[in-house]
């Protein structure tokens, strides 16, 4: 079964531009989060979608927003980029199996802010 | 509040042991043990759930304390292939909150021959 994927891989954007990031989860899992992992803050939460509604937010601000579609692909956007935005981004998918969400991450998007 | 992990850094010979603890101050309803090496992203190892059963294989177990909400990474006979981050990430008991997972700082596990 193949993994979990994301596109772009690596990212360069100036500030104020806006990005998008997209998320393909393992198949017949329906639910993604999204992860932010810098050097100084760790991986910190994002949001999660789960039957393309989002459950779970995380402490960002409005400039970060996501969607999920009927196929269970994920995106999240930025707008208006600053410079610490500069991160890797990960998803994560789960199946999930009755409350057990065993989360398994893709490869990540390495997004970087000038 | 992230959970904090301990220690913060181990320095190994192949076919030590280690031990990587996890401790929220969070009620808890799942920890999740990960392990990520430089330039890739965090690989599952296995989670346990409030009331389930201390996990494992040979080589590699985990246990979790409810009543401390702490939770333990037991590596044996260590080899280099465990060089790495490990990270533990909790999710909280209650509510629609299981696709949610809050991040310890990661614990640097090098093995060296």
């Known amino acids: 079964k193949a993994g979990v994927t994301q596109t772009p891989r690596y990212l360069i954007k100036t500030r104020g531009q806006q990005v998008t990031l997209s998320c393909s989860p393992i198949?017949?899992?329906?639910?993604v989060s999204w992860y932010q992992q810098t050097p100084g803050q760790g991986l910190q939460f994002l949001f999660e979608y789960f039957s393309e509604t989002q459950r779970n937010k995380g402490n960002f601000p409005g400039r970060f927003s996501g969607r999920q579609f009927s196929n269970s692909r994920s995106e999240m956007n930025v707008s208006t980029l600053e410079l610490g935005d500069s991160a890797l981004y990960l998803c994560a998918s789960s199946l999930p199996r009755d409350t057990s969400y065993e989360q398994y991450f893709g490869p990540g998007t390495r997004l970087t802010v000038t | 509040q992230q959970p904090v992990q301990s220690p913060q850094a181990v320095i190994l010979r192949e076919g030590e042991d280690a031990v990587i603890n996890c401790s929220s101050s969070k009620a808890l309803y799942s920890v999740h043990w990960y392990r990520q090496k430089h330039g890739e992203a965090p690989v599952f190892l296995m989670i346990l759930l409030k009331g389930g059963e201390q996990k494992g294989h040979e080589k590699i177990s985990a246990s979790f304390n409810e009543k401390k909400q702490q939770s333990s990474l037991y590596l044996t006979a260590s080899q280099l292939s465990y060089s790495g981050t490990y990270f533990c990430?909790?999710?909280?008991?209650?509510?629609?909150?299981?696709?949610?997972?809050?991040f310890g700082q990661g614990t640097i596990l090098t093995v060296h021959p």
């Open positions: 990430g909790t999710g909280e008991a209650g509510g629609t909150s299981y696709g949610k997972l809050t």
């Open positions: 198949s017949g899992h329906r639910s």
